[in-house]
């Protein structure tokens, strides 16, 4: 009897231990910093590891050239500031956006990670002086997509696909797959003494968004800020339990939508200054991946056409708003440099 009960708790541990997966990078803006030049100038623009090629939704009348140019990334300072419509006057937009920024060498909190201090976001918010609610949010220049392979820049400017697993290329920049109930979410911030609030708006792949509140800025330098789920369900035993069929279901993922600066009408307005290094998530696995016999992919090819059909459709989305940006971008005017 007493080696049954032992067995029985070594079984709901190791059930536990299957439940309470992982802890993911979800995105990580030290990774994020300007890392090469498109239009061949001395300064760094975009971020390589996160290029994207909109040129094949642009149609016919650009030369070469202007095609090769037209490419973005998640690079750090490419990032927009969106203020609520009850906010957005030009000047309060003007005076809102993001910067790389650098830590000290000497940096407590990430001695050891590098020698040379580490790349963060920085953000500024203007909101307006009078006294009324309102927010901004920080979001990528594109929304992320879910299933865009992993490309190289080459020599000549273009980017080539890297053989591998299809929707691969922004896991950790942004997405993560495999995602089941999230159990908590952290984001590490500096403040200021601001007493503003900070939450984040994630996705997952039935486009349904979920707005998390973190906590307040009101404090001085680098802090975790954490969010714990309060519906989940730590107790296997209380959980419901459901089978699904195994295959074809498509991977199930999460991704970042934005981050959110709140400002209470009771707080004062002008500008707000933040620094964010990462978001992390904590997450049960939608699905373990045991051995199988037969490889039903190999066979059927259901997920491979799903997924295609979806990176497509993030493409197109993705290209027909930066076509209309890079057409604006070549409008404006230039100051003359001596």
């Given at each position: 009897m007493k080696r049954l009960c032992i067995l029985i708790g070594v079984v709901f541990i190791f059930i536990s231990a299957l439940a309470f997966a992982d802890t993911s990078t979800l995105?990580?803006?030290?990774?994020?910093?300007?890392?090469v030049s498109l239009s061949g100038e001395a300064t760094p623009t975009e971020n390589e590891a996160t290029l994207v090629d909109f040129s094949g939704v642009a149609g016919s009348s650009f030369d070469e050239q202007l095609r090769k140019q037209m490419k973005t990334s998640l690079a750090i300072e490419n990032w927009?500031?969106?203020?609520?419509s009850s906010s957005r006057?030009?000047?309060?937009?003007?005076?809102?956006?993001?910067?790389?920024?650098?830590?000290?060498?000497?940096?407590?909190?990430?001695?050891?990670?590098?020698?040379?201090?580490?790349?963060v976001m920085g953000v500024r918010v203007h909101f307006p002086l009078p006294s009324f609610?309102?927010?901004?949010?920080?979001?990528?220049?594109?929304?992320?997509?879910?299933y865009a392979m992993k490309t190289e820049l080459q020599a000549d400017g273009e980017?080539?696909?890297?053989?591998g697993d299809l929707g691969t290329k922004f896991e950790g920049y942004g997405v993560i797959k495999n995602v089941g109930v999230i159990k908590s979410v952290e984001v590490t911030a500096y403040g200021s003494n601001f007493p503003n609030g900070i939450g984040l708006v994630l996705k997952d792949q039935?486009?349904?968004?979920?707005?998390?509140?973190?906590?307040?800025?009101e404090f001085d330098g680098w802090k975790t800020l954490v969010w714990n789920n309060p519906n989940y369900i730590a107790e296997v035993r209380n959980r419901e339990i459901r089978k699904y069929p195994l295959y074809p279901k498509s991977e199930p993922?999460?991704?970042?939508?934005?981050?959110?600066?709140?400002?209470?009408?009771?707080?004062?307005?002008?500008?707000?200054i933040t620094y964010i290094k990462d978001?992390?998530?904590?997450?049960?696995?939608?699905?373990l991946r045991p051995e199988r016999d037969i490889d039903d992919e190999a066979i059927w090819g259901i997920l491979s056409e799903r997924q295609e059909a979806r990176k497509a459709a993030e493409l197109r989305r993705l290209g027909n708003l930066q076509v209309l940006r890079f057409l604006e971008q070549q409008k404006m005017h230039e100051e003359e440099t001596e």
């Open positions: 995105i990580d803006f030290t990774q994020l910093a300007a890392d927009e500031v969106h203020l609520a006057t030009v000047a309060n937009q003007s005076k809102s956006f993001t910067r790389e920024a650098m830590t000290r060498t000497d940096a407590a909190d990430f001695q050891g990670e590098t020698m040379s201090g580490i790349t609610n309102s927010y901004a949010i920080i979001k990528p220049p594109f929304e992320i997509p879910a980017l080539e696909e890297v053989e039935d486009e349904v968004e979920q707005n998390i509140f973190l906590d307040y800025l993922f999460t991704k970042l939508v934005g981050l959110i600066l709140y400002r209470d009408s009771m707080q004062e307005g002008g500008d707000i978001v992390k998530v904590t997450y049960d696995k939608a699905v």
